[in-house]
């Protein structure tokens, strides 16, 4: 499952270890020394198998979309390391980034601002053959940004539109047939619905999942919507102020969630059950996440958490195996049922 | 509209086939086209819809918060108890606002004002309304925001809108709105860009006030789940009328018109593993083409000739629940 | 996948009615032209412009040469000396009109030309220093801070004194002088702009610097310069007739508007029109050069040319 095996074909097509990510707070062209650092990602490690998708979920500021710009290198990372099929992605030069880039792929979360206004769909479609020429010859280019768009649900016609003629679920379509114009191995998908309409969110995850069963392509879908990522992932990673709090499979988070704050979480969740027991049951967490600048030491979820002892103010705890096996927590008081 | 029955007599609030237009100069877009709804003293009425359903403009209409131009209101009438607010004197309305009809909006940062502390923005709805002046005011402002659950309120009211996180502004929002204990409130999508566990407190927070203080809740939102979770009654909008309505128990459990149907089965909490989301074809119109005859034909699966040319009279299915839809009875009984 | 045609469509396709986006009828530049009466206008303007420079001087040359002692200083207004004398004269009695369409010239080439040079060479180095930041930018923006510290007018004496007042040496320093203002600007609206998300997404595709900003930055910067280029129009044709004021601009024979204002300065009492009508010229063509480029704005931005155009019911 989570091996730590050098990718061969058999191993994890993304590893990562030890990530981590902070921001300097205070402006960068001052000469005094750093007045504090945004501890965005704090030692993030996963793997993410071919053909899978693996869920990243959490609330605002947990850093799980630092996570992916990191891993894109849209931002530089402070520590750690990461390998795409054994390469190592954040020592890589500029020639073999650029290669990388065309194998990992990203959709981004605001489908108004991820197209440039000035473009005419057929451009920002055909504008990774552009950088990457030698994939499709330039004769061919139109027809195949047509066909790109038939694929996605959208019509031929519209190549010759621009972005701001299309509702956001079309244009964030338009966002997915770019990414796979060159034909990527990873996509990542940064909250990819969350500005959708809830019937447009059905389509754009359909055509996700569709793209997945016919290309393999392996998925980090992060989202703030639990039902979504459910839906969607083979496996979860909850994350809480820039740790990941809990991995493993769909099943075993969502059914037998491990950590007090996935167990918060999935409780807050609306459902559309009325009988009301999912009511009686929700755990309201008192007060508000804590400022990334400032985090708890030890467990950082520790001053929000009913169960936080002593012990918890100390060291982190770090992901620990149950009896089930790739079922991870970072706690010292897992919810565990027995057996 | 009419047939949305709803207990204890006339209603607190009651919109009869609203109309909005914006005109652009160019082209006619009509945000609202005949939508009705009834509001009981004391009960959750959701509105649900989603992007270019009307709903907030709607919401917009009934706070006289239109700016005329580009907006119009062409038909219709809103009554808050009984009295005609469209048509009502200006400082009657600015009476009524805030003392007995009050909202909240989705992004607390841009409404309220970031150069006043929050406190003295608190206060000033009792200054401006005439009850209580200065200190007591500001101490009455501390008073709201405890009770709203901000912790350390007395100093928290001096305090800058920016200062505060997305889900204690909206607290604030929603002192703000209570603070001079209105019977009816509107909440235009307050938790959408809030995280789960702040929307369940937010949530939370609005239901205690409502038993509280026995004020009614208009829920402006796209969510089903919150809708489905602190509800009572629901209106679901498309294409700038009310296609169904009823209480939510019957309309999210057993939907009576296609587009109900469609969204619900499109939503991932409907399915179990495995299955595949049940998206709604194509894209909502645009509002300044709305589709001849049933706004909804293009995408519904159970259109036939007639939808293309009438639009559907609403049809009651039940007892206090109505539909849209010339084949309501076909839907309601396909489950 | 990367579009091969032979591929089924992954989600269902829809209908035209389902899949509805915004229409409007695209309509030709000129179209657009005739609907905005001061942009029609304008543009008639810069036309005639146009023409004066292109031919002027050849058509006009002898007429703004001849000396006619007994009409010198006629005012304007009266055809009694013939249609050339509809402007009036100057104190050589050369007819105005001729004079101010042979100048058209070199005021127009000489302005241009230093606009141009400055938002060139103003609008690479603030791209550069935008995007590239650190050290390369504050070496550039430390250069355009020099530059832009000098008095305009005293650097220019003092290049044009120690070298020739030639044209070229004029233009520029008129140049040089204009540059920081594009600099900056640019470099602040890179700034933002490279925040933005489909920024992001051309670098995640893996496009080069050089890529980013000349397919997505440039164009975005480029009404924004524009605009200021049509201000500084009308600021480099003041400067040139301060510095022809001088004796250091452009040389007698060779005549531009400013050197017109600049010569007519000394007989604003009895002969107004020798500095106002040059001057008029200074101002209608910066007016009409400024009203154009508002157009040209809108209807190079998508977004903006959209909501100009006619909503329609069908697809192409």
Redesign the interface.
């Known amino acids: 499952m989570t091996a730590e095996a050098i990718a061969g074909d058999d191993g994890p097509i993304l590893s990562v270890r030890g990530l981590v990510k902070h921001f300097p707070i205070g402006s960068g062209l001052s000469w005094r020394p750093e007045t504090g650092v945004i501890r965005a990602v704090d030692d993030v490690s996963f793997d993410l198998r071919r053909g899978e998708t693996l869920g990243l979920v959490g609330e605002s500021g947990c850093g799980k979309s630092t996570v992916a710009r990191t891993l894109l290198r849209l931002e530089e990372p402070t520590a750690g390391e990461a390998f795409f099929r054994g390469h190592d992605i954040f020592t890589a030069a500029e020639a073999e980034l650029k290669e990388m880039r065309r194998r990992i792929q990203v959709i981004f979360q605001d489908p108004y601002a991820s197209l440039n206004p000035r473009m005419r769909v057929a451009d920002i479609i055909g504008e990774p053959w552009m950088i990457h020429p030698d994939i499709v010859p330039r004769a061919e280019r139109p027809e195949r940004v047509r066909a790109l768009l038939e694929s996605v649900g959208l019509r031929r016609e519209h190549a010759d539109r621009y972005p701001h003629e299309f509702s956001g679920g079309q244009r964030q379509r338009i966002g997915i047939a770019r990414a796979m114009a060159l034909n990527p191995q990873v996509l990542i998908c940064d909250e990819p619905v969350s500005a959708l309409d809830v019937s447009v969110q059905a389509q754009v995850v359909n055509l996700l999942e569709e793209i997945q069963e016919r290309f393999g392509i392996a998925y980090i879908f992060i989202a703030h919507d639990l039902s979504v990522v459910r839906h969607m992932s083979h496996r979860v990673a909850v994350m809480y102020l820039g740790r990941i709090v809990e991995i493993g499979d769909e099943e075993q988070v969502y059914n037998r969630p491990r950590h007090p704050y996935t167990k918060a979480l999935l409780s807050a969740e609306p459902t559309l059950d009325f009988s009301g027991a999912a009511k009686r049951q929700r755990i309201i967490l008192e007060g508000e996440v804590p400022s990334p600048a400032d985090p708890p030491s030890g467990c950082r979820f520790r001053n929000r958490c009913w169960k936080a002892q002593d012990i918890c103010a100390g060291a982190a705890p770090a992901l620990e195996d149950s009896s089930e096996s790739g079922h991870r927590a970072a706690c010292y008081f897992p919810e565990d049922t027995p057996g | 509209m009419t047939d949305a029955v709803t207990d204890a007599g006339a209603p607190l609030l009651e919109v009869t086939d609203l109309r909005v237009e914006f005109r652009?100069g160019?082209?006619i877009v009509h945000a609202v086209n005949g939508a009705g709804f009834r509001v009981a003293a004391g009960e959750t009425a959701a509105v649900l819809g989603?992007?270019g359903s009307g709903k907030s403009v709607s919401a917009a209409a009934i706070m006289r918060l239109l700016q005329s131009p580009p907006a119009f209101v062409t038909g219709g009438e809103i009554r808050f108890k009984g009295e005609d607010v469209l048509t009502m004197p200006l400082n009657h309305w600015r009476r009524l606002c805030g003392q007995e009809i009050a909202m909240v909006f989705q992004d607390a940062l841009a409404s309220l004002n970031p150069v006043f502390s929050v406190g003295w923005q608190i206060a000033e709805q009792f200054r401006a309304h005439g009850q209580y002046a200065g200190g007591e005011a500001g101490e009455r402002a501390v008073d709201l925001l405890a009770r709203v659950g901000i912790?350390d309120p007395a100093n928290r009211a001096k305090d800058y809108p920016h200062q505060f996180?997305?889900?204690?502004r909206q607290r604030v929002m929603i002192a703000m709105a209570i603070a001079l204990g209105p019977d009816l409130l509107i909440a235009d999508e307050p938790t959408t860009a809030l995280?789960?566990?702040?929307?369940?407190?937010i949530?939370?927070l609005l239901e205690d006030l409502r038993e509280e203080t026995g004020m009614a809740i208009v829920l402006i939102t796209?969510?089903?789940?919150?809708v489905?979770?602190v509800a009572d009654q629901v209106s679901v909008m498309y294409a700038g009328r009310v296609v169904e309505s009823g209480r939510?128990?019957d309309v999210?459990?057993h939907p009576a018109h296609p587009y109900t149907l469609?969204?619900?089965d499109?939503?991932?909490?409907?399915?179990g593993?495995g299955q595949?989301?049940?998206?709604?074809?194509?894209?909502?119109?645009?509002m300044?083409?709305i589709?001849q005859g049933c706004a909804f034909h293009?995408?519904c699966r159970f259109a036939t000739e007639k939808c293309r040319s009438e639009a559907p009279p609403p049809v009651a299915v039940a007892p206090g629940r109505f539909a849209e839809c010339h084949h309501a009875e076909a839907v309601f009984n396909d489950r | 996948m990367s579009g091969d045609p032979n591929m089924a469509p992954m989600i269902g396709a829809a209908t035209a009615e389902q899949e509805a986006i915004i229409l409007r009828e695209r309509l030709p530049w000129w179209r657009l032209l005739m609907r905005d009466r001061f942009a029609l206008v304008a543009a008639l303007w810069i036309f005639v412009l146009l023409l004066c420079f292109l031919f002027g001087p050849e058509l006009f040359g002898k007429a703004a040469n001849a000396l006619n002692l007994r009409g010198r200083n006629l005012p304007p207004g009266s055809i009694e000396q013939g249609w050339m004398m509809i402007l009036g004269s100057d104190a050589l009695g050369r007819s105005m009109l001729a004079r101010l369409i042979v100048a058209s010239r070199n005021t127009l080439s000489v302005a241009l030309t230093a606009v141009v040079l400055a938002m060139v060479f103003g609008g690479v180095l603030g791209l550069i220093a935008g995007y590239v930041g650190r050290g390369v930018g504050h070496v550039i923006m430390r250069f355009a801070d020099i530059v832009q510290s000098f008095p305009s007018l005293l650097l220019a004496v003092v290049v044009l004194y120690v070298l020739e007042p030639r044209v070229g040496n004029l233009v520029i320093v008129l140049a040089i002088t204009r540059l920081p203002v594009y600099l900056r600007v640019t470099r602040a609206e890179v700034l933002e702009i490279r925040e933005r998300v489909f920024v992001d997404a051309a670098r995640a595709l893996g496009g080069s610097r050089f890529h980013i900003l000349s397919r997505h930055i440039a164009p975005v910067v480029a009404p924004t310069l524009l605009t200021i280029m049509t201000v500084d129009f009308a600021i480099v044709m003041l400067a040139e007739s301060g510095l022809s004021f001088l004796g250091i601009g452009i040389q007698p024979p060779e005549i531009t508007w400013g050197l017109m204002v600049a010569q007519g300065r000394n007989y604003l009492n009895q002969a107004w029109w020798l500095a106002f009508l040059p001057g008029v010229a200074i101002m209608l063509a910066t007016l009409s050069a400024n009203v154009l480029s508002n157009w040209l704005r809108i209807v190079t931005d998508p977004v903006q040319r959209w909501r100009l155009e006619t909503p329609r019911d069908s697809d192409d």
């Open positions: 652009t160019r082209e989603e992007s912790p996180s997305g889900g204690m995280d789960v566990t702040v929307q369940a407190q949530m939370e796209h969510d089903l789940g919150v489905a979770d939510v128990r999210l459990g469609a969204l619900l499109s939503v991932p909490q409907a399915l593993k595949k989301l049940r998206p709604i074809v194509g894209s909502p119109p645009d300044a083409r589709p293009p995408r």
